[in-house]
T-cell receptor, first 111, second 116 residues
Framework: RKEVEQDPGPFNVPEGATVAFNCTYS??????FFWYRQDCRKEPKLLMS???SGNEDGRFTAQLNRASQYISLLIRDSKLSDSATYLC????????????FGAGTRLFVKA | DTGVSQNPRHKITKRGQNVTFRCDPI?????LYWYRQTLGQGPEFLTY????????KSRLLSDRFSAERPKGSFSTLEIQRTEQGDSAMYLC??????????????FGPGTRLTVL
């Protein structure tokens, strides 16, 4: 079993749609959680951190459920420019810590 | 440009050759990470440095791989006796560091390695 699992998609949605991605992680001691966005042939960039209380940044909402060990990302009013791969990221303690990326969920937003 | 830089951007080599990549992190970032990414996968953690100290090393990093950050600034990743399975994008990232695991990682553009 992978340490961080995501549905690879692709998710094909029309502009204006709401789309949700889930991610599960296996290590209950994981400390911090993020969503990164990666455009084709580009480097990953932070989209948002994920907090236990949930957090929102414009059209994006992230939730963390520690009991069930999953993280979610909700995108409202999808734009063409949201088309990308969304990477779920978990830092797990190892003495220091180790950053684990999921394989990513691909999103295509169509006009 | 004050972002993370990586050189070279592309490297084509023959199986069995050694290659070395360089990463220059954002100035004053204490923590530096190396990842490997293959098509359709997320970045796989290889190692990270806090200043010049290598604090964590993945089991993915076989004895053919070595990373250094001698002065706590730039870092090099060397792959000896390259194999075709080493073909991937090698990404470097940096953060402000400290003991927190919550810092944003800023990635460089990567070095794409092709082993023939």
């Amino acid at each position: 079993r992978k340490e961080v699992e995501q549905d690879p998609g692709p998710f094909n949605v029309p502009e204006g749609a709401t789309v949700a991605f889930n991610c599960t992680y296996s290590n209950s001691a994981s400390q911090s959680f993020f969503w990164y966005r990666q455009d084709c042939r580009k480097e990953p960039k932070l989209l948002m951190s994920v907090y236990s209380s949930g957090n929102e940044d414009g059209r994006f909402t992230a939730q963390l459920n520690r009991a069930s060990q999953y993280i979610s990302l909700l995108i409202r009013d999808s734009k063409l420019s949201d088309s990308a791969t969304y990477l779920c990221v978990v830092n797990k303690p190892t003495g220091g810590f180790k950053t684990i990326f999921g394989a990513g969920t691909r999103l295509f937003v169509k006009a | 440009d004050t972002g993370v830089s990586q050189n070279p951007r592309h490297k084509i080599t023959k199986r069995g050759q050694n290659v070395t990549f360089r990463c220059d992190p954002i100035s004053e970032h204490n923590r530096l990470y190396w990842y490997r990414q293959t098509l359709g996968q997320g970045p796989e953690f290889l190692t990270y440095f806090q200043n010049e100290a290598q604090l964590e090393k993945s089991r993915l990093l076989s004895d053919r791989f070595s990373a250094e950050r001698p002065k706590g600034s730039f870092s090099t990743l060397e792959i000896q006796r390259t194999e075709q399975g080493d073909s991937a994008m090698y990404l470097c990232a940096s953060t402000t560091g400290g003991s927190s695991s919550t810092d944003t990682q800023y990635f460089g553009p990567g070095t794409r390695l092709t082993v023939l």
